[in-house]
């Protein structure tokens, strides 16, 4: 049990959790992410996630670094000193722009982060917030269809006539499949395709038990329906991924390593292509991963270039300044998030950022969440969703609102780290005797419950004289005769997705 200075000082009581309501803030902040107006505050450009994470940053960060949110991870330093050492690259590469850029970057960056720290604590709102991103992505839908038919981003065109307001930039793309690629309120379709993209495991994995399924389904196919509208191989091959870890997971459910037997399976398919090959893995991967031989092509073109630039700008890397490249390579983009980091900050600034990132993604890959069949299947669907994401990151920059919420979304799976199960495991409670049975209960180390089972209390069962023989000698009947179960809504340990 959780001592009293364990518990203070953020309380989580039973009835607050009880409640299946995303907290105001995360509703408007959602709300913001996909409408695409931007507007001058004297000379600084902002747009609806700024200017209300411009608020929001300072209380919110005080509060997490004062411990109310919960226990600080090494990522919340990792992130922080990121931005530092942004902040240092650009005094040294771009000294007249160090304090728009790094203003704008940080605010959307942490902001969207720690407001995903501050309120997203639970189950139920985590649930809550990927409901409200379904139902964002089936409104949209229509907006999509229409700009696949005509190219117009109807959206961005009528925010742009509203008098005082600014939206994003039409960005016209060649066609694919007779289609044209749909970046419905987002910089580019890529972005649409990544927004829908993370949903799919979300609500295929993440929904089960949850919803019936038919409705997971439909809804399922509503998001597939959104990424091949953005008509990007970036946003397409994470749902294959998706759709392979599910797989896998499916076939070898009773297999304990499974995970570390796909690993070695992928570094054995690496280091083979290498080998075999007369082109690096990542040349061949890229082949099979884009629409076009050119667009392979190009990508390792920039994928070679840029990682030159990274080793000849080492530490304080190429800030604002453009990179150095053939003068045949008109185009300046850099198709890999990750990759651009490097370039801009250097290595330092990468590995801050990366550190933070993949620490939070392992802690909660290794977080003990077996007692709690809710939280192990959210943790599931949200670990498949973020190697689809991990995986996108590769093929696609982010900026702007899709960065700030590509943060908010890590941050939402922060509390997984700190549940800590009490009781008898989800994959030991078939063998345990049912007159020892005890409740599943989550917690979150330094924090109160979270979720609790009374199953204490057992239904009374009308007695016949085949029950009155078993009981004889015995406390409770054998579980072949027992009229309930343990796992309600169809959660049952042996039968995960």
Same mark, same amino acid.
């Given at each position: 049990?959780?001592?009293?200075?364990?518990?203070?000082?953020?309380?989580?009581?039973?009835?607050?959790?009880?409640?299946?309501?995303l907290?105001?803030?995360?509703?408007? #902040?959602?709300?913001?992410?996909v409408?695409?107006?931007?507007?001058?505050?004297?000379?600084?450009?902002?747009?609806?996630?700024?200017?209300?994470?411009?608020?929001? $940053?300072?209380?919110?960060?005080?509060?997490?670094?004062?411990?109310?949110?919960?226990?600080? %991870?090494?990522?919340?330093?990792?992130?922080?000193?990121?931005? +530092?050492?942004?902040?240092?690259?650009?005094?040294?590469?771009?000294?007249?722009?160090?304090?728009?850029?790094?203003?704008?970057?940080?605010?959307?960056?942490?902001?969207? #982060?720690?407001?995903?720290?501050?309120?997203v604590?639970?189950?139920?709102?985590?649930?809550?917030?990927?409901?409200?991103?379904f %139902?964002?992505?089936?409104?949209?839908?229509?907006?999509?269809?229409?700009?696949?038919?005509?190219?117009?981003?109807?959206?961005?065109?009528? $925010?742009?006539?509203?008098?005082?307001?600014?939206?994003?930039?039409?960005?016209?793309?060649?066609?694919?499949?007779?289609?044209?690629?749909?970046?419905?309120?987002?910089?580019?379709?890529?972005?649409y395709?990544?927004?829908?993209?993370?949903a799919?495991?979300?609500?295929?994995?993440?929904?089960?038990?949850?919803?019936?399924?038919?409705?997971?389904?439909?809804?399922?196919?509503?998001?597939?329906?959104?990424v091949?509208?953005?008509?990007?191989?970036?946003?397409?091959?994470?749902? @294959?991924l998706?759709?392979?870890?599910?797989?896998?997971? @499916?076939?070898?459910?009773?297999?304990?390593?499974?995970?570390?037997?796909?690993l070695?399976?992928? %570094?054995?398919? #690496?280091?083979?292509?290498?080998?075999?090959?007369?082109?690096?893995?990542?040349?061949?991967?890229m082949?099979? @991963?884009?629409?076009?031989?050119?667009?392979?092509?190009?990508?390792?073109?920039?994928?070679?270039?840029?990682?030159?630039?990274?080793?000849?700008?080492?530490?304080? +890397?190429?800030?604002?300044?453009?990179?150095?490249?053939?003068?045949?390579?008109?185009?300046?983009?850099?198709?890999?998030?990750?990759?651009?980091?490097?370039?801009?900050?250097?290595?330092?600034?990468?590995?801050?950022?990366?550190? +933070?990132?993949?620490? $939070?993604?392992?802690?909660?890959?290794? @977080?003990?969440?077996?007692?709690?069949?809710?939280?192990?299947?959210?943790?599931?669907?949200?670990?498949?969703?973020?190697?689809?994401?991990?995986?996108?990151?590769?093929?696609?920059?982010?900026?702007?609102?899709?960065?700030?919420?590509?943060?908010?979304?890590?941050?939402?799976?922060?509390?997984?780290?700190?549940?800590?199960?009490?009781g008898?495991?989800?994959?030991?409670?078939?063998?345990?005797?049912?007159?020892?049975?005890?409740?599943?209960?989550?917690?979150?180390?330094?924090?109160?419950?979270?979720?609790?089972?009374d199953?204490?209390?057992?239904?009374?069962v009308?007695?016949?004289?085949?029950?009155?023989?078993?009981?004889?000698?015995?406390?409770?009947?054998?579980?072949?005769?027992?009229?309930?179960?343990?796992?309600?809504?169809?959660?049952?340990?042996?039968?995960?997705?």
């Amino acid at each position: 049990m959780a001592t009293a200075d364990q518990i203070a000082p953020q309380s989580f009581s039973a009835a607050n959790q009880s409640k299946r309501v995303l907290p105001l803030p995360v509703l408007f #902040y959602l709300i913001m992410v996909v409408v695409p107006f931007q507007f001058y505050a004297g000379p600084v450009l902002l747009n609806g996630v700024r200017a209300f994470l411009l608020v929001m $940053i300072v209380p919110l960060t005080i509060n997490l670094m004062s411990g109310k949110y919960g226990r600080l %991870v090494f990522a919340d330093f990792l992130f922080f000193l990121h931005m +530092g050492w942004a902040a240092v690259a650009l005094q040294v590469n771009n000294p007249d722009r160090t304090v728009q850029f790094i203003g704008s970057n940080a605010v959307e960056f942490l902001g969207g #982060y720690i407001l995903a720290r501050a309120y997203v604590r639970s189950p139920q709102v985590l649930m809550a917030v990927w409901k409200v991103l379904f %139902v964002i992505i089936i409104l949209t839908l229509p907006l999509a269809l229409f700009e696949a038919k005509t190219a117009r981003p109807i959206a961005i065109e009528m $925010i742009a006539k509203l008098p005082g307001l600014f939206s994003l930039e039409n960005i016209v793309m060649e066609s694919r499949m007779g289609l044209d690629r749909a970046q419905v309120v987002f910089a580019h379709p890529i972005h649409y395709g990544l927004f829908c993209s993370v949903a799919f495991a979300l609500c295929v994995v993440g929904m089960k038990g949850e919803w019936g399924n038919f409705r997971r389904y439909l809804t399922t196919g509503l998001i597939c329906a959104g990424v091949f509208l953005s008509l990007s191989s970036g946003a397409l091959l994470p749902v @294959a991924l998706q759709i392979g870890l599910i797989i896998w997971a @499916a076939m070898f459910n009773k297999l304990k390593s499974r995970w570390m037997l796909l690993l070695s399976l992928i %570094v054995l398919a #690496y280091i083979t292509i290498d080998l075999l090959s007369n082109r690096t893995p990542i040349r061949v991967f890229m082949s099979y @991963a884009t629409f076009s031989p050119h667009n392979a092509y190009w990508r390792g073109l920039i994928f070679e270039h840029g990682i030159q630039n990274v080793w000849d700008n080492p530490v304080f +890397g190429l800030g604002l300044n453009d990179w150095k490249r053939p003068g045949w390579m008109h185009a300046s983009t850099v198709d890999n998030f990750w990759l651009l980091i490097a370039m801009q900050f250097g290595i330092p600034g990468f590995i801050l950022l990366v550190l +933070g990132f993949f620490e $939070i993604i392992l802690r909660i890959a290794f @977080a003990k969440v077996d007692a709690d069949p809710l939280t192990w299947r959210l943790r599931r669907a949200y670990m498949f969703s973020f190697i689809g994401m991990t995986f996108t990151l590769s093929t696609v920059h982010v900026w702007t609102n899709i960065y700030s919420w590509t943060f908010f979304m890590l941050g939402s799976g922060v509390w997984f780290i700190f549940t800590k199960p009490e009781g008898p495991s989800a994959t030991d409670e078939a063998e345990e005797a049912p007159g020892r049975r005890r409740p599943a209960v989550t917690r979150i180390r330094g924090d109160a419950p979270v979720l609790a089972r009374d199953l204490t209390v057992e239904p009374k069962v009308k007695e016949t004289s085949k029950t009155r023989r078993i009981n004889t000698g015995s406390q409770s009947p054998r579980r072949d005769h027992m009229p309930y179960t343990r796992f309600p809504n169809g959660h049952d340990p042996k039968k995960r997705c």
